[in-house]
T-cell receptor
Framework: NAGVTQTPKFRILKIGQSMTLQCAQD?????MYWYRQDPGMGLKLIYY???????DKGEVPNGYNVSRSTTEDFPLRLELAAPSQTSVYFC??????????FGPGTRLTVL | AQSVTQPDIHITVSEGASLELRCNYS??????LFWYVQSPGQGLQLLLK??????LVQGIKGFEAEFKRSQSSFNLRKPSVHWSDAAEYFC????????????FGSGTRLSIRP
């Protein structure tokens, strides 16, 4: 099993550009999550999904969109990148509470 | 709203010394509580979790945590730290009974003095 994979590992965007952060898991988990982690801070939940076709907002959803067309994939979309979105983004999945498996992260810089 | 507070931003302890990292939560019902560790450049790894039952929870890597309802605390402890324990530690609380959303504290960075 690969676990939770994220691509790309690093990305630099210009203000106003758009991009999609990819996340995939091969553990057949129902729950998937997107977090952002700013320097010296904890994780903030952006969006989460409890199953294919179902998504919901977390603490900091503004500026992002998600979709969950399959159990395996949970991409995060940035439509108009802003410097405030410079962060490390972590995708995670779980089947039960607390057993979250985290991906390695995507480091995004918006200039 | 549920929240979790880690009052110590950075702690330094000597190798072999004992460790206690503080965590306080705010939640109306019985919380679902977690401790995660993050090594530099890595994702988070679950150390231990509390849902119900015995208030002293054992985790991986020799860590334990004690749930104290009267103090709204879930402090993480280790009797003797190793240099490899240097990392960032996050306390988290499950927001509802399904715990499908977990709220993280801001973290405590642990440094180990040789």
């Amino acid at each position: 099993n690969a676990g939770v994979t994220q691509t790309p590992k690093f990305r630099i965007l210009k203000i106003g550009q758009s991009m999609t952060l990819q996340c995939a898991q091969d553990m057949n988990h129902n729950y998937m999550y997107w977090y952002r982690q700013d320097p010296g801070m904890g994780l903030k939940l952006i969006y989460y999904s409890v199953g294919a076709g179902i998504t919901d907002k977390g603490e900091v959803p503004n500026g992002y969109n998600v979709s969950r067309s399959t159990t395996e994939d949970f991409p995060l979309r940035l439509e108009l990148a802003a410097p405030s979105q410079t962060s490390v983004y972590f995708c995670a999945s779980s089947q039960i509470a607390g057993d979250e498996f985290f991906g390695p992260g995507t480091r995004l810089t918006v200039l | 709203a549920q929240s979790v507070t880690q009052p110590d931003i950075h702690i330094t302890v000597s190798e072999g010394a004992s460790l206690e990292l503080r965590c306080n939560y705010s939640y109306g019902a019985t919380p679902y509580l977690f401790w995660y560790v993050q090594s530099p450049g890595q994702g988070l790894q679950l150390l231990l979790k509390y849902f119900s039952g015995d208030t002293l929870v054992q985790g991986i890597k020799g860590f334990e945590a004690e749930f104290k309802r009267s103090q709204s605390s879930f402090n993480l402890r280790k009797p003797s730290v190793h240099w490899s324990d240097a990392a960032e530690y996050f306390c988290a609380v499950g927001e509802d009974s399904s715990a499908s959303k977990i709220i993280f504290g801001s973290g405590t960075r642990l440094s180990i003095r040789p």
